[in-house]
């Protein structure tokens, strides 16, 4: 069965620290995608990334990095040099690629506040 | 603009009065998605559809119904709604093959539901 653990409810931090999101999950199948949305306080969902099962490289889009690890299930996220606009609930999320099948799990979310 | 809609954004109803939160999406994709969000809960799928005529259950089905008549809706129906249904849900949808291809999903803004 899918699941996806994401065991920071709510983490605040100094604008201009580094924080790591930490995103666990659980899946028997050998090829599944997991992703990563933003909802900042204006509600709207927005997608950040995609990773799928057979690409492990980790990837940085200007302070956003992800670190994906097979022999850990997990698929953390980075924010380097916190800005205020970083404020949001972050959910990551897995789906299994089974044709069949087109369910996605999502976490329960991390809170995460910038503070200035 | 590409776009998923949804309407009403907000709306406050009685227990038991049937209602029906509509979904559009503009970008010819097949597969289409209805969520709600709970604190501490994340997102939970309660249907999807792979393409007209074609919906199945997602992890929290019971007390609605779908349809997918035509492409580009996909409704949401509550037959007699109760205040544990009092939730955000969104409405997503997602190219061809949607979730089996790691497709991301694009989400419409919610709507608000409150049952008394």
């Known amino acids: 069965a899918q699941k996806v653990t994401q065991a920071q409810t709510e983490i605040s931090v100094v604008e201009k620290e580094d924080v790591t999101l930490d995103c666990v999950y659980e899946?028997?199948?050998?090829?599944?995608?997991l992703f990563w949305y933003k909802q900042p306080p204006s509600g709207e969902l927005v997608f950040l990334i995609r990773?799928?099962?057979?690409?492990?490289q980790n990837e940085i889009s200007g302070r956003y990095s992800w670190n994906f690890q097979k022999s850990t299930s997990s698929f953390n996220f980075t924010i380097t040099a916190s800005q205020v606009v970083d404020s949001a609930v972050y959910f990551c999320?897995?789906?299994?690629?089974?044709?069949?099948?087109?369910?996605?799990?999502f976490g329960s979310g991390t809170r995460l506040s910038i503070r200035p | 603009e590409a776009q998923v809609t949804q309407n009403p954004r907000y709306l406050i109803t009685v227990t038991g009065k049937k209602l029906t939160v509509t979904c559009s999406q503009n970008?010819?994709?097949?597969?289409m998605s209805w969520y709600r969000q709970d604190p501490g809960l994340g997102l939970r799928q309660i249907y999807y559809?792979?393409?007209?005529?074609?919906?199945d259950k997602g992890d929290v089905p019971e007390g609605y119904k779908v349809s997918r008549k035509e492409k580009r809706n996909f409704p949401l129906i509550l037959e007699s709604p109760s205040p544990n249904q009092t939730s955000l849900y969104f409405c997503?949808?997602?190219?061809?093959?949607?979730?089996?291809?790691?497709?991301?999903?694009?989400f419409g803004p919610g709507t608000r539901l409150t049952v008394l």
């Open positions: 899946t028997r199948d050998t090829t599944y995608y």
């Open positions: 970008m010819n994709h097949e597969y």
């Open positions: 997503a949808s997602s190219p061809t093959s949607g979730l089996a291809r790691g497709n991301e999903q694009f």
């Open positions: 990773r799928n099962s057979f690409d492990e």
């Open positions: 559809s792979m393409n007209v005529e074609v919906t």
């Open positions: 999320a897995l789906s299994e690629a089974r044709s069949s099948a087109s369910k996605i799990i």
